[in-house]
């Protein structure tokens, strides 16, 4: 038996409101609002993301580690080619280093890394 269900990751951030909205178009999940705070993205099967506003957020410098990832998020998508041209349309930004070639590492607007991955 399962302690829980459905962990949800949380993304400290200096807007909630709008990673929430950039996350609900890539994803294609409900954009929830708690307070001005807290926001959240659920999937229709339970799965949620949610962010939290932290004042004095500095953004992951990834590769390099001096302020660290922690984490990230791979979302699995059947074109890269076509995935890469709608993130960029709701606001990620394609990073300069790829490392691979079966996945493609971009930042959301507050500057978390994800890829993109050929599923």
Known sequence: MAIARFPVVVLDCPDPKTLAEFYSALLEWKVERNDDDWWSVRAEYGDSLAFQKVESFTPPQWPGQDVP???????????????????????????????????????DPAGHPFCLCQD
């Open 69 to 107: 990832q922690q984490m990230h998020l791979d979302v699995s998508v059947d074109d890269l080619d076509t995935a890469e041209a709608a993130v960029l349309e709701i606001g990620a930004t394609k990073h300069e280093y790829q490392p691979g070639t079966s996945f493609r590492v971009f930042l």
